[in-house]
């Protein structure tokens, strides 16, 4: 049962970032095998300006290392895998500090460049980073960047053998052995620039290696009147499609039910070719299997499978490349979200700690008088060693482990705040008192560690976005969030309400003590009806409703108007929480279809909200529904504010992001939606984010999205992105991530978008 649990979330969780997933790398790009170095495309530069940059660093960085004891006189300085921009330049780097240096190349020097379609254009992006090192880059034809290339390599004499690919690499005695085709090389570092465009992704399938069945497509012109498929629906897909459609019967097979993820220019040209039957496009399906010279489809029609064969002289399954998975565990680098371990230990674990927390506390009434305190100490013992286990297991790489620790932590932190005497066990009766101290409750600690966590974590995010990348919108972006933080979510609830009440600041209002008994309620300044929950029910000043109305209703759909649903990643503390603290992982927000559709959570948690609501307004005004309404608004605070905003969410957010509750489950965030959608369908939305044609499907702004939109499907058509299509919160982080400055928030101004800073 446990290891079908375990299966089933290992899934969903994979479905964070499996198509970007990459190699954990500490900031000097070093791999978990010190002395392996991976840079460029594969260690995430989207670039080549910033792949250059990889390299170059990474030499900077091993030029300062001591040479390992086993390095004789034979042994190289550096081994270079991969002769791309990275590689290149890294080796070019090398050789000028005077290492001995060897590059190996599978195929031919910048073969990934040698691929592209003839005559392109290729971007030297981002113009605010000067190219670093040797190798030459300016925007140029591809042809012409080639040459220029070459001519840097013969020029500096730089050993570089082609169509020999690395397959083993082992280490031994600190030395490095690269085994080849042709031969064994020792190295004392080992730079991997392989990039991931290499490796093309297989389907799997009977008869896949067969001889007219290819993974790329080299010279489309050279195949005439034959019968041709193709599988796949990305641009490679199509474009060959479309270039083998001018001398051959072509069908594309693929299994989706659109073409999502091309170039506005290919779709076009793709509905010219289907309108002149160049092309038959066989959507929903996939291929079951090669057999001779033919190949059996499987369609879907809605629920009903029917099987097609299809001729093909050739088949190209171009489905796009994927990480070199079984390369890198060759060798024994270790991945992002891998989910090793063991889900049935890291539960007991945690289990044993809570038990043991149990006694600890002393609140085991079946435990005779006397053995009370060596239960209480044998209880911290058990809680430590469960936990002390449960981090070591940790260490040595079991993802469950850590879910199991951030569980406890989070667990223990809302479990015990919900109050004296109605904690969560094993804290009941003893948690709230035990973590409140210097005369403060429980619940004030808790704001407290929230801002300084927020704060810590804000000003990392503020300089990773923000500074470094001199990008003015994340500034004040951040500058915001904090602000909020500190001004509306602490000071104001936890110290100047108080004193404005004691000093007597607020004339009579002080002395009502409607008004100055409930100083929680000055979270709803800014925290609006359905998401701070409470505002028009418990006895609420006449003050608090009325702001609540204008909050709510008001001063929120204009908001939304200019800014659509920014409240969320400017404003909101919740929202805060996830782009601080939780921003180091927001590549892991859930990808795909069916986190998507999980968003409907969200509209169930709005209605609950908003009938509950109305419940304890027909209870407080007309006397009804009191049972109903006192029993419902028990549940949904249980529910709603500790499980789904609290431990759940921040339990996740070192494995799906930080936005699980704001994309989630969050009321107001939904309602936001709502109000956004019908402002963009009835034209008069000022928020959208537009991309011009320069996208290079890099996948960058996918991968960093915390809300799991895949902004890429949108530049390459350069459709407009907005909340009638996606639940975008206006965060800016996929316009600042973009390599090539596509998107912007508004048309044709993607430098202004980014506001970018003077140096
Ligand atoms: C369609 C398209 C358009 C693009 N347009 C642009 C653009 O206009 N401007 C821009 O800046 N970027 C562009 N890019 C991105 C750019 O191509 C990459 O950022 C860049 O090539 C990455 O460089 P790299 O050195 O990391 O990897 P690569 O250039 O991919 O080089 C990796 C090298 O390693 C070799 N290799 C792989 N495995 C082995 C092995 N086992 N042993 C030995 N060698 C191996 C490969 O053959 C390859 O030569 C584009 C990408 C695509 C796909
Ligand atoms: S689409 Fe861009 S702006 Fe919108 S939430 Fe995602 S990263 Fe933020
Ligand atoms: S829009 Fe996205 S995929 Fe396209 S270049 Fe920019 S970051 Fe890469």
Not at 37 to 48: E, H, R, S, T
Not at 376 to 382: M, P, Q, R
Not at 613 to 636: N, P
Not at 661 to 684: D, E, H, N, V
Request: with cysteine; proline share 4%; glycine share 10%.
């Amino acid at each position: 049962m446990l290891k079908k649990v375990q299966h089933w979330l290992e899934n969903l969780f994979e479905t964070a970032n499996g198509p970007s997933r990459r190699p954990i790398l500490s900031k000097n790009l070093e791999s978990n095998i010190p002395g392996l170095f991976i840079v460029g495309d594969l260690a995430g530069a989207p670039v080549i300006k910033l792949a250059m940059e990889q390299g170059y660093n990474v030499i900077e960085y091993i030029a300062g290392l001591p040479k390992p004891k086993g390095a004789t006189g034979d042994v190289l300085d550096v081994l270079v895998i991969g002769a791309g921009a990275a590689g290149l330049n890294a080796a070019l780097a090398a050789k000028e500090k005077g290492m001995s240096v060897l590059v190996l190349e599978k195929e031919k020097i910048a073969n990934t460049i040698e691929n592209f379609p003839e005559g392109k254009w290729v971007y030297a992006e981002p113009d605010t980073v000067p190219p670093k090192g040797k190798l030459w880059l300016d925007g140029a034809q591809k042809e012409d960047l080639i040459n220029r290339w070459h001519q840097i390599v013969e020029e500096n004499h730089l050993p570089v053998h082609t169509d020999e690919p690395a397959l083993i690499i082992e280490k031994e005695n600190e030395i490095f052995h690269i085994t080849t085709p042709k031969g064994t090389y020792q190295s004392c570092r080992v730079i991997l620039a392989t990039g991931q465009r290499g490796n093309p992704r297989k389907l799997g399938v009977p008869g896949e290696e067969r001889e007219f069945v290819y993974h790329r497509l080299y010279s489309p012109r050279k195949y005439k009147n034959e019968q041709i498929l193709v599988v796949g629906g990305g641009n490679s897909a199509v474009e060959a499609a479309l270039t083998l459609s001018e001398q051959n019967k072509v069908v594309l097979s693929y299994r989706g039910s659109e073409f999502r993820r091309i170039f506005k220019d290919n779709e076009r040209q793709l509905n010219r070719a289907i309108a002149a039957g160049r092309i038959e496009v066989v959507f929903h399906s996939t291929v079951k299997e090669f057999g001779d010279r033919r190949a059996i489809l499987t369609i879907d029609r809605g629920g009903h499978r029917e099987e097609r064969e299809v001729p093909a002289d050739h088949a190209f399954v171009l489905i796009g490349a994927e990480l070199p998975v079984k390369f890198l565990k060759s060798i024994g680098i270790k991945l992002e979200n891998e989910w090793e371990g063991s889900f049935p230990r890291a539960v007991g674990l945690a289990l044993l700690t809570l038990f043991g927390l149990w006694f600890a506390g002393g609140q085991t009434g079946f435990v005779p008088e006397m053995m009370k305190n060596i239960a209480a100490w044998a209880g911290a013992v058990l809680a430590l060693a469960s936990v002390g286990t449960l981090i070591l297991y940790g260490r040595k790489g079991d993802r469950w482990a850590w879910l199991g620790i951030s569980f406890l932590i989070w667990y223990s932190v809302y479990g015990a705040k919900v109050g004296s005497g109605r904690e969560f066990w094993p804290f009941t009766n003893w948690g709230y008192h035990a973590l409140s101290f210097a005369d403060r409750p429980w619940s004030f600690w808790y704001t407290v560690i929230y801002t300084a966590l927020m704060t810590i974590f804000g000003i990392q995010a503020l300089k990773r976005w923000g500074l470094e990348r001199k990008d003015r919108f994340q500034v004040w972006r951040y500058v915001s969030l904090l602000s909020f933080q500190w001004i509306f979510f602490f000071i104001i609830p936890e110290f100047l309400f108080q004193w404005a009440v004691k000093y007597q600041w607020i004339g009579e209002l002080a002395k009502d003590p409607v008004f100055a008994d409930q100083a929680w309620r000055s979270y709803g300044i800014v925290y609006a009806w359905p998401l701070f929950f409470y505002t028009f029910f418990y006895n609420p000043h006449q003050i608090w409703i009325v702001w609540g109305v204008l909050l709510s209703f008001v001063i929120i759909p204009i908001f939304v108007l200019f800014n659509g649903k920014r409240y969320c990643s400017w404003i909101c503390g919740c929202g805060g929480l996830a782009e601080t603290f939780g921003d180091r992982w927001r590549h892991f927000a859930p990808k795909g279809n069916a986190a998507i559709k999980w968003e409907a959570m969200g509209t169930y948690v709005l209605i609950a909200a908003t009938v509950i609501t109305g419940l304890m307004l027909a209870k407080d005004i007309w006397g009804l529904f009191t049972g109903a309404a006192s029993l419902s608004v028990r549940w949904y605070s249980i529910i709603s504010d500790v499980w789904l905003v609290g431990i759940i969410p921040v339990t996740l957010y070192p494995f799906l992001g930080g936005k699980v509750w704001c994309r989630y489950w969050c009321p107001l965030a939904k309602m936001m939606q709502f109000i956004s959608k019908a402002y963009t369908k009835l034209g008069i939305s000022r928020f959208h984010i537009h991309a011009n044609d320069k996208c290079i499907a890099c996948n960058e702004c996918s991968r960093n999205c915390q809300v799991g939109i895949d902004v890429m499907a949108y530049a390459l058509k350069q459709d407009v992105l907005d909340n009638e299509t996606s639940s975008c919160i206006g965060c800016g982080i996929c316009v600042t991530v973009c390599p090539m400055d596509v998107l912007s928030f508004s048309p044709g101004k993607q430098e202004k978008g980014r506001l970018k800073m003077k140096d």
